[in-house]
């Protein structure tokens, strides 16, 4: 018996919505919306798949999901009921792109975004490879890439000023954490050791990250003692 509302997915491949066996379903319905709008604008241009359980649902409760959906700027692609949504989605060609830490709060990709892909996830997101220009990935949470951030990078996105941004190369098109708005400095200037984004005051700053911080505070303790 599933008691819970799931959202899971990315925009470009559609999102897959799991609804509660149980409970009646107006209730329900208050509850998600409630749930979309706590989360801003964060899964705006959605496309939705609604899997309904045992529910069958009349005409008019479809058009109330739809309805409630599309006051959170998503649309409502198809209903299923019965079967099981987890066991369908991985036999979907598309599913082995994204692949979801046990932790059911970190998204982990283990491939390099290219040019028109999308990634948007409520909690962290974990990138092994690159984000090319182009490429636009939006979190609740942190953003952490393995490689070059080069594409779009949105994190904090319902507002979490805690949140960064870091990558072993950071050269965003554009950088956001929560409302604020950055960008990567003019120019490609060599760079080798990571760099954590994060918000100071009102502004985003760049720094090294902490192992290179305290590198580069153990090579000055060196250097005074040589002198």
Same mark, same amino acid.
């Given at each position: 018996?599933?008691?819970?509302?799931?959202?899971?997915?990315?925009?470009?491949?559609?999102?897959?919505?799991?609804?509660?066996?149980e409970?009646?379903?107006?209730?329900?319905?208050?509850?998600?919306?409630?749930?979309?709008?706590?989360?801003?604008?964060?899964?705006?241009?959605?496309?939705?798949?609604?899997h309904?359980?045992?529910?069958?649902?009349?005409?008019?409760?479809r058009?109330?999901?739809?309805?409630?959906?599309?006051?959170?700027?998503?649309?409502?692609?198809?209903?299923?009921?019965?079967?099981?949504?987890?066991?369908?989605?991985?036999?979907?060609?598309t599913?082995?792109?994204?692949?979801?830490?046990?932790?059911?709060?970190?998204?982990?990709?283990?491939?390099?975004?290219r040019?028109?892909?999308e990634v948007?996830h409520e909690?962290?997101?974990?990138?092994?490879?690159?984000?090319?220009?182009?490429? =636009? +990935?939006? @979190? /609740?949470?942190?953003?952490?890439?393995?490689? %070059? &951030?080069?594409g $779009?990078?949105?994190a904090?996105?319902?507002?979490?000023?805690?949140?960064?941004v870091?990558?072993?190369?950071?050269?965003?098109?554009?950088?956001?954490?929560a409302?604020?708005?950055?960008?990567?400095?003019?120019?490609?200037?060599?760079?080798?050791?990571?760099?954590?984004?994060?918000?100071?005051g009102?502004?985003? =700053? +760049?720094? @090294? /990250?902490?192992d290179?911080?305290?590198?580069? %505070? &153990?090579?000055? $303790?060196?250097?005074?003692?040589?002198?």
């Amino acid at each position: 018996m599933r008691q819970d509302i799931t959202i899971r997915g990315t925009t470009r491949n559609g999102l897959v919505l799991v609804l509660p066996d149980e409970g009646e379903f107006n209730t329900l319905m208050a509850r998600l919306a409630e749930r979309l709008a706590n989360s801003g604008r964060f899964f705006a241009g959605g496309r939705v798949t609604v899997h309904v359980g045992n529910r069958q649902l009349s005409q008019a409760d479809r058009e109330t999901l739809a309805e409630t959906l599309q006051r959170a700027g998503m649309v409502l692609l198809t209903v299923r009921e019965g079967g099981d949504p987890v066991a369908e989605e991985t036999r979907r060609p598309t599913a082995p792109a994204p692949v979801q830490s046990p932790s059911e709060t970190a998204l982990v990709i283990t491939r390099t975004l290219r040019s028109g892909q999308e990634v948007r996830h409520e909690g962290d997101v974990i990138i092994l490879g690159d984000v090319n220009p182009g490429a =636009v +990935v939006v @979190a /609740s949470g942190h953003i952490v890439v393995m490689g %070059a &951030l080069r594409g $779009v990078a949105h994190a904090g996105c319902t507002g979490n000023r805690d949140a960064i941004v870091a990558a072993a190369k950071l050269r965003p098109t554009q950088l956001r954490i929560a409302e604020v708005i950055g960008r990567a400095p003019d120019g490609d200037a060599p760079q080798s050791y990571p760099e954590v984004a994060r918000i100071r005051g009102e502004i985003i =700053v +760049v720094e @090294a /990250s902490a192992d290179r911080r305290q590198a580069s %505070a &153990l090579e000055a $303790v060196g250097a005074k003692e040589d002198r």
